[in-house]
């Protein structure tokens, strides 16, 4: 199945997931300030663009999920890449740096 | 792939654990921020207050989450069956109304259905059936024929010899046999076959084997029978050894060589075949009549099939055959057979006649009923349509009630299209459950309509089933998902265009007055389509009663008739005649017996003798005023109670050779015209030889009826069946002194003490016969009078519905009014305008629709024009009169509005 063309900022929000959990396992909060941590602070992810993108990547085979336990010591679901998820992580990772290359020189033409 | 298919399952199946996981998941969402709040140095509770507003409503983003799963579009689906079924549940005085409407509607439908895809369409149970036609000869064949798509013996020889056409051709001949037991005998029908029949239509034997080239070969050669499967069943009792024995047919010793195919009762629907004989065998199954071995090509009697080559259409075929019947035309037409039985002038006409191929399933009761099932599918057709408008009209003024659910729907974001959808599901749902009720009642009404239609003893091995196939349940479902889009659609836009700032304020009563535009049209719809239906119930009744009220022309209350022939039990001429003398002599001795009289033809059972006739002044006849003919006894006029009007009727003393023959006024009057026709003298053109006119005229009897009770009397004749040597059986009359029905039993024990070996056929009363030839006009007059009134209750329920609707959503300007000072008979007036406008409306469109449609049904009509003004303006008058007082109650109840209360009530 060929991977679903996404608009550009459900595109943004994938790949930024894609490559939060590219090094690790992390529940929804873990997701969400990883994000905001690896983008300085730019994107800061509200639980209600969250939740519906990282049940749609799981149900697209992209991530995997299992409970763990939290840090407050509270059973918590933690999501990491599946195969499927490393391989949609390096597309979308070459198509936005062709994109934003584009739009950089773009921008810079006078 | 795998993933979205496992994503589906859970989606589908484990919903509850998914949205259990998916709480949890938020919970726990929600208590780390907060946790990460009181690390940060803010109270707990505060924290969390905090954290769950961070979160924007736990409650959206389930439903958001669940938005992107797999399958969402089933979950929904599932959702709104869910909610459709309890909607449904919740109004269950709406909901029987509307499974009820529908269940009569398409239960109606299917029952038609059924029967017309049973008789009419469907093709025999053979290989390849499309590819089997039948090879007719198209205009007068001048000569003796056995019917419109037979042809001589020699003719099917040389287009069996020399045609292109075909992969195979085979001909038929049906007729009945006499299987002899030790100590009775009964009549059977049986399938002459020419070698071909068995492999060209691809039948094959459950048992030993079918009729080969060896089996029919030579004339008499070989006495073989193969059984048909219904038959062996019932007859043998699935006897495993029954090939090798021999039965007795007409006498004769046949060996069973085989048992045919379950299913295959012959290549004609309506008159199964119960043992099939090789066709050399003519003279052995319908003695003392041949035209196979005399090779006659004026007499036509077989019924020949061809199956078509591969990749040939019937087209080509036509095409191919036309020359090849012009040169066996232009041979014959020069034959003296031809030239004895015909003129110069007929010659031309003969040399035009076409080869015409039909379709290879098509027969007599498939041509009979073509008609009238298709006319009365059309017209449960209009009484569906109509209860769908009735339906639409239910769902409009529910919709109406239902606004407020459906704002508030909206205001809590529910997209349109989901309110459309959810009452096409809801449409839908009502249509399935009227559906099942609807096949049930379909089942039953089959059943009925079997049992009236066909005669008792065929009902139980006619091969017509009540119980639907697959092509029948396609056509069901098709029916319900088209009416529940037709009275689903409508009202589900309609409603799902709520405004919902008006709907949920407390709104005045000016809403949706668009919407009883539309109901207005719909019950406009309903009024023409039940006067359509009624117009045609009236037609087709007042067409039963003329044909009813028509008589045959003589007294048949006391009559009883049955035929024997002897002729079929091995009996020599000599022999029959002295049956028939002893016969008439043992009956007419019975108690209760008036009279007995002895006919070699049967009257009102469709058949005819026709031959040409030649006289002093005349020569031959054309064809189409062919005197129709009969041999009868001495006691056979007064037994029919004809009185004989001048001359005198036969005697016993009418022996050979005198020469007399009794006629009708329309005969003399045509023959003989302005002379006494008394002692005038005519012949019967005869193809084998010349004949001069040697029979007197003797007596005259009135105009009476003869193959049925539409025809106008044609010219008849009649000869003293003591004159004639070959009489092969005879239909007994017998006027008896009680109820004739009483004395059927009585009868019945007679004839198998007089003669157990010679089986008695078709006895019924006379009336019952005549009853019996009206059934397709009686099935037509009442499913067609009981389709009207329930159209007729459909749009009055329809009606009545609108009136109050509109009666209510003006309570408060009719309250005005009164309180201003108009009469309580201002307001009946006001409403009741309103009612005669809209069935005014309706009677001019159905009135314009049935003048329009009249010219279908005119061949189904007797004795009065398909225009009938009568019939016309009385289904318009107790179509107006029942709608008018449906509306009349509403009228009525807007007169009594209280001024005050209505005022007070906004």
Redesign the interface.
């Known amino acids: 199945?060929p991977a679903p063309q996404s608009d550009l900022l459900q595109g943004t929000l994938d790949l930024l997931i894609l490559k939060a959990l590219a090094p690790l396992e992390l529940?929804?909060?873990g997701v969400s300030r990883r994000i905001a941590q690896i983008t300085d602070g730019t994107f800061e992810v509200?639980?209600?663009s969250l939740?519906?993108?990282l049940?749609?990547m799981?149900?697209?085979?992209w991530l995997k999920s299992f409970w763990g336990e939290?840090?407050?010591n509270?059973?918590?679901?933690f999501y990491s890449l599946t195969k499927?998820g490393k391989k949609q992580l390096h597309t979308e990772s070459e198509r936005w740096e062709r994109i934003s290359l584009a739009m950089a020189t773009a921008l810079r033409t006078t | 792939?795998?993933?979205?298919l496992r994503?589906l399952w859970n989606n589908v199946f484990r919903r509850k654990q998914l949205d259990r996981?998916?709480n949890?998941?938020?919970e726990?969402?929600v208590?780390?921020?907060s946790?990460?709040k009181v690390r940060a140095g803010i109270s707990p509770e505060e924290a969390r207050r905090d954290a769950r507003r961070?979160?924007?409503?736990i409650d959206?983003?389930v439903q958001?989450?669940r938005?992107?799963?797999?399958g969402i579009w089933l979950d929904r689906l599932v959702q709104d069956v869910r909610y459709g079924v309890r909607t449904i549940a919740k109004n269950p005085a709406f909901s029987l109304v509307a499974i009820a409407t529908l269940a009569l509607g398409i239960g109606a439908n299917t029952a038609m259905f059924s029967l017309l895809d049973q008789v009419v369409l469907r093709l025999l149970p053979v290989r390849h059936p499309e590819q089997l036609v039948i090879v007719r000869e198209t205009g007068n064949h001048y000569g003796n024929s056995y019917g419109p798509n037979t042809i001589s013996w020699p003719m099917f020889e040389d287009l069996r010899d020399y045609n292109q056409a075909f992969s195979g051709m085979f001909c038929r001949f049906p007729t009945s046999v006499t299987i002899g037991y030790s100590d009775h005998a009964v009549q059977i029908p049986a399938e002459l076959v020419s070698s071909a029949y068995f492999q060209t239509l691809g039948v094959s034997a459950v048992l030993g084997r079918t009729i080969g080239q060896d089996d029919d070969s030579v004339p008499d050669g070989k006495p073989v029978v193969v059984l048909s499967y219904s038959f062996w069943r019932s007859y043998f009792n699935s006897d495993q050894n029954i090939v090798g024995r021999t039965i007795s047919l007409n006498g004769n010793a046949m060996t069973v060589i085989g048992v045919a195919q379950p299913n295959f009762d012959g290549v004609e629907l309506g008159s199964p075949a119960k043992v099939f004989v090789p066709i050399m065998m003519k003279t052995e199954m319908t003695p003392h009549s041949d035209g196979l071995k005399d090779r006659r090509r004026r007499l036509s009697w077989v019924t020949a099939y061809g199956r078509l080559k591969t990749g040939i259409t019937t087209e080509q075929a036509q095409l191919s055959l036309q020359p090849l019947l012009h040169s066996i035309l232009e041979m014959e037409v020069l034959q003296p057979e031809f030239t004895r039985s015909a003129t110069a002038a007929d010659g031309q006409l003969f040399l035009r006649n076409q080869v015409e191929l039909l379709p290879g399933s098509d027969n007599g009761l498939r041509e009979q009923m073509r008609r009238p099932l298709w006319l009365l599918l059309a017209l449960t057709g209009a009484v569906l349509l109509l209860a769908c408008a009735n339906l639409a009209n239910l769902l409009l003024a529910r919709a109406a009630a239902r606004e407020r659910e459906f704002a508030v729907r909206l205001a809590i974001g529910a997209g349109r299209v989901r309110i459309v959808r959810q009452l096409l599901v809801e449409s839908l749902l009502l249509s399935a459950a009227g559906t099942v009720v609807g096949l049930a009642l379909a089942f039953l009404a089959d059943r009925v309509l079997l049992r009236i239609y066909l005669p008792a003893n065929a009902a139980a091995e006619f091969a017509i089933s009540p119980i639907p196939d697959g092509r029948v349940l396609a056509f069901v479902v098709g029916a319900m998902l088209v009416t529940s889009m037709v009275f689903g659609l409508v009202p589900a836009v309609r409603g799902s265009r709520t405004e919902i700032t008006l709907s949920l304020k407390d709104r005045s009563g000016t809403l949706s007055t668009s919407g009883i535009s539309l109901k207005r049209m719909l019950v406009g719809v309903q009024v023409s389509l039940s006067l359509l239906l009624l117009v045609g119930a009236g037609l087709f009744v007042r067409t039963l009663r003329n044909l009813e009220n028509l008589g045959p022309g003589f007294p048949t209350g006391h009559l009883l008739t049955f035929t024997t022939t002897p002729t079929l039990s091995g009996y020599s001429y000599a022999e029959t005649k002295s049956y028939y003398d002893r016969l008439s002599l043992a009956l007419k001795t019975m108690p209760g017996v008036a009279s007995v009289g002895l006919s070699t033809m049967p009257v009102l059972r469709g058949f005819a003798w026709q031959n040409a006739i030649l006289g002093k002044d005349f020569e031959g006849t054309p064809i189409e005023q062919q005197p129709v003919l009969s041999q009868v006894d001495p006691d056979y006029f007064e037994t029919l109670g004809i009185p004989v009007l001048a001359g005198r009727a036969f005697t016993a003393r009418d022996v050979a050779p005198a020469d007399y023959a009794i006629v009708n006024e329309t005969f003399a009057r045509e023959y003989f015209p302005g002379r006494n026709p008394i002692g005038q003298r005519f012949g019967l053109v005869d193809d084998m030889r010349p004949v001069t006119p040697n029979t007197e005229v003797i007596g005259v009897i009135p105009d009476k009826k003869y193959r049925d009770l539409r025809e106008t009397p044609p010219p008849q004749a009649y000869f003293s069946s003591l004159e004639v040597s070959n009489i092969r059986g005879m239909t007994v009359y017998v006027r008896t002194q009680g109820d004739p029905h009483q004395f059927e039993d009585a009868l019945l024990n007679r004839m198998r003490q007089f003669d157990p070996h010679v089986p008695v056929v078709d006895l019924q009363t006379v009336n019952e016969q005549i009853g019996f030839s009206l059934r397709t006009e009686r099935l037509v007059a009442s499913l067609s009078a009981v389709f009207g009134g329930l159209a007729t209750l459909l749009a009055v329920i329809g009606l009545y519905g609108v009136m109050a609707y509109v009666v209510q959503r003006r309570t408060r300007e009719i309250g005005i009014r009164i309180a201003l000072g108009a009469a309580r008979s201002n307001v009946i007036a006001m409403v009741m305008r309103e009612v005669f406008l809209l069935i005014g409306t309706g009677l001019a469109a159905g009135f314009l629709l049935a003048l329009a449609l009249a010219d279908l049904i005119r061949s189904q009509l007797y004795g009065l024009n398909a225009r009938d003004p009568f019939t016309f303006i009385g289904a318009a008058i107790v179509l107006a009169l029942a709608a008018g007082s449906a509306g009349f109650i509403p009228a009525l109840r807007a007169s009594t509005v209280d001024p005050t209360t209505a005022l007070r009530e906004e």
């Open positions: 199945m529940h929804g909060m509200k639980a209600g939740f519906p993108a049940h749609r799981e149900q697209a085979g939290s840090e407050t509270r059973r918590a679901k499927a | 792939m795998i993933s979205r994503a996981d998916l949890e998941e938020l726990a969402y208590e780390l921020v946790a990460e961070q979160a924007g409503g959206q983003i958001n989450v938005e992107v799963r797999t």
